[in-house]
């Protein structure tokens, strides 16, 4: 046996040793509501890849580009260093000269509730946010109001549609596909929490221009930090490439991505690659053609990812046994709750059990909040709530004279909503503690 092997083998035993000796202990420990899924595997992948001495994007980035798009319904893609980027990514993707070249200012449809940085991809673009309520109970934006919206832009200044599938549950996508053909929009589709989830058998992701995914450890799938762009236009996956490394014209080499001394794809790095100056012979890899960023992610990344993809099947499954055992939990109680039900035609693997307190409950969001987690049981309010009513946005709310009566159903999210995490580390032992606790508070509280 070499060393590597030794090493390797030593690596195995260490995590198979810890996993096996893990416990719970109700009440002492805690349930955490998302985390890392990692077998031995994602460990010896990590660490043979480090000793490969090759730490940025290659190979197994590359390799991970080809295999993943497919999981979205997508041909082509390009992996990034976290769902956040590829949001950022997908919106500047429509401000390239080599594409669309939509100017500041172009108009963007999106949910009042959501997470920051759906919001943010197009504020960074500066793109013009026009923001549509939510429904009850599923928290997707309200389609009537953005019909509404439409019907009156008769100037056709709304060209973007984006918005994130909520907790891996879609919005009714036969009637957003109709209306993105009806007006022309391009739609980018936020799946970043909605890998596994189907609408009418079509995966998620697979029905905007282009979509993202995150691998932050609450997702399905985790490589502690990623984020994933899909296309089936190659055009597109060529920009998002270049803008996600520096902006760079050199994009195809598939050797060992990063690697100079590997030469290139097409064989014809050296050449004259500089319109303005064509007499010059310019080597490609520092010829730029997109005004980009540097997030790439790092080799290790794509490596834990290789080894998660193989476990889909089972994180997915564990997804959906715990969302229908909370659903077995607290349908007992429907009456206090807006419980999450999916959308006609869809199959979610949800990435959470979200879960809206009704104003005639006779607790409030805060009281079971403060039983779960005083019992050690991770609760998350839903993202930002309405995200107008937080410091960092207010400049975006002076237009609306009364947020809660503009955002009705936004407000109550950021009220009376939280959810549970479903994520294959809740175990059954887990779910069955939960039940224990949300039951001893619903006694509690519901007792006249």
């Not at 990623?226 to 902006?247: E, H």
Request: aromatic content about 12%; glycine content about 6%; charged content about 25%.
């Amino acid at each position: 046996m070499n060393k590597l092997e030794d090493i390797l083998n030593r690596v195995r035993e260490y995590i198979d040793e810890q996993e096996e000796n893990k416990t719970f202990k109700p009440g002492t420990d805690w349930v955490a509501y998302s985390g890392d899924v990692y077998t031995s595997d994602e460990y010896v992948a990590a660490v043979e890849t480090l000793l490969s001495r090759w730490l940025v994007f290659g190979k197994k980035g590359r390799q991970f580009e080809n295999e993943f798009p497919k999981f979205l319904g997508k041909k082509l893609g390009v992996l990034t260093n976290s769902g956040s980027s590829a949001n950022l990514l997908m919106a500047t993707a429509l401000t390239s000269k080599n594409w669309l070249n939509l100017p500041p200012g172009t108009k963007a449809i999106t949910p009042a509730v959501c997470f920051p940085t759906t919001l943010n991809a197009l504020l960074q673009n500066n793109f013009e946010p026009v923001f549509v309520d939510v429904t009850l109970p599923d928290l997707n934006l309200d389609l009537d109001q953005v019909e509404q919206l439409l019907e009156a832009d008769t100037n056709r200044e709304i060209k973007i549609l984006m918005f994130a599938h909520v907790l891996g549950n879609p919005p009714d996508m036969d009637r957003v596909m109709a209306l993105v053909k009806k007006y022309d929009l391009i739609f980018l589709e936020d799946a970043c929490d909605a890998l596994g989830s189907t609408y009418d058998g079509k995966p998620l992701g697979s029905f905007g221009t282009i979509s993202t995914c995150s691998f932050y450890p609450a997702h399905h799938m985790t490589m502690g930090e990623g984020g994933f762009v899909a296309t089936d236009i190659g055009r597109i996956r060529k920009i998002v490439t270049s803008l996600r490394d520096w902006g760079r014209a050199c994009y195809c080499n598939i050797s060992k991505p990063g690697c100079v001394l590997a030469g290139t794809a097409c064989g014809n790095r050296f050449n004259n690659w500089l319109p303005a100056a064509k007499e010059i012979i310019y080597d490609h890899r520092y010829v730029f053609e997109e005004i980009g960023y540097n997030i790439k992610p790092l080799e290790i990344q794509a490596a834990l990812g290789l080894e998660q993809i193989k476990k889909l099947p089972m994180l997915e499954s564990a997804r959906r046994h715990n969302f229908a055992r909370f659903t077995k939990i607290f349908e007992k109680y429907e009456q206090y709750f807006h419980l999450p039900q999916p959308t006609d035609k869809a199959d979610p693997c949800w990435f959470a059990y979200l879960l809206t307190v009704k104003d005639d409950a006779p607790f409030e969001r805060q009281d079971i909040v403060n039983a779960l987690e005083s019992a050690k049981i991770q609760t998350r309010a839903y993202f930002a709530g309405n995200i107008l009513y937080h410091p960092g946005y207010i400049d975006l709310a002076t237009k609306y004279k009364d947020l809660a009566t503009t955002f009705p159903n936004a407000h109550l999210a950021t009220t009376n909503s939280f959810f549970l995490g479903t994520f294959a580390g809740i175990t059954e032992e887990k779910v069955d503690y939960i039940e224990r606790v949300v039951d001893a508070f619903m006694q509690r509280a519901t007792i006249k």
